[in-house]
């Protein structure tokens, strides 16, 4: 009987996990952008064969073994893109939710959760690259319950937070207006 975990299996010893998957996307990506450029406009197979070229000179190497180790590309992506998967995930769910309460709280908030989701994605392709380790490697005493906890901490706090706080008399003195202005269109 075939189950996922053989499909799975048979993907990965295909090289669809190694080569098709990260070839698909580094074309899609390099194509969409090159079809916007003034210089391919007109003439769209020139953004083809450029996008092919790109993603073949991206996962070739893989293949063949010819990157140093720690700096290959594809194994990079395949390591933090889950990852990044689940924080984008998060902030759309988080967005939601805050939509649900109110467009005024979700629009002030948007450029938090953004700087705060590009923060995630820089640690987590920085940690993909080994530039950086967690905080378990610093501090003897951290583990991934300390984490845990400091986080339902902080969670718990901002409700608490939210529930008890006085309304404000003057607007613009709130933290998510101020920051929301940073990001302002002038």
């Known amino acids: 009987m075939a189950t996922f ?8 010893s295909m090289g669809v996990v190694d080569f098709l998957l990260p070839f698909l996307l580094v074309f899609t990506i390099v194509y969409a952008v090159a079809k916007k450029l003034p210089l391919f406009k007109e003439n769209k197979n020139f953004a083809i064969v450029i996008a092919l070229v790109l993603s073949l000179l991206f996962v070739v190497p893989h293949i063949t073994g010819n990157y140093p180790l720690g700096y290959d590309p594809v194994q990079v992506m395949n390591d933090a893109l889950p990852s990044i998967s689940l924080i984008s995930v998060a902030a759309i769910m988080l967005l939601l939710l805050m939509g649900i309460f109110g467009t005024d709280f979700s629009k002030k908030a948007a450029p ?7 923060g995630f994605v820089v640690y987590v392709f920085g940690a993909s690259l080994s530039l950086w380790t967690g905080p378990y490697d610093i501090f003897s005493w951290w583990s991934a319950d300390v984490t845990e906890l400091m986080i339902i901490m902080l969670i718990f706090g901002l409700i608490v937070w939210f529930i008890v706080r006085e309304p404000e008399k003057t607007k613009g003195n709130d933290f998510l207006d101020s920051f929301g202005k940073l990001f302002e269109k002038k």
């Open 112 to 118: 938090f959760i953004a700087v705060t989701s590009i």
């Open 5 to 12: 975990s053989n499909l799975a299996i048979l993907f990965e």
